[in-house]
């Protein structure tokens, strides 16, 4: 995932339980200008925007639930698989403007900072 923003952009990974998301913990990598915080005992990790960065990006994050992200500009979603990158995009909810990009990733726009889940 990586995104980008004006404001604080928050991005969400949400785990089924709190053994997953510990288990993930150690593997989430970041990079840009992002903080990366947590709560398993809740089956989330978060990753916060710093104040005046640019972009902020996540990678190799485990079993998943889902992913959420409010505050953005713009979103980037990559897959293993074009099949997940297309699963994924058929059952997102978002507020802006999607579309698939490659054939394994796809990009969401916001003009007004909304959320998506995927």
Partial sequence: IKMNSADNAMTYLLYGSADDCNAALSTVMISGDCILMSNCTYGSIYSQQESGGTVCSLTTFGKLNEVSGQEYSYMVFYFDTPENANASF?????????????????????DNGNRVSV
């Fill in 90 to 110: 058929a059952r997102i909810a978002y507020d802006g403007d999607a579309k698939l990009t490659a054939p394994d990733e796809f990009q969401l726009h916001s």
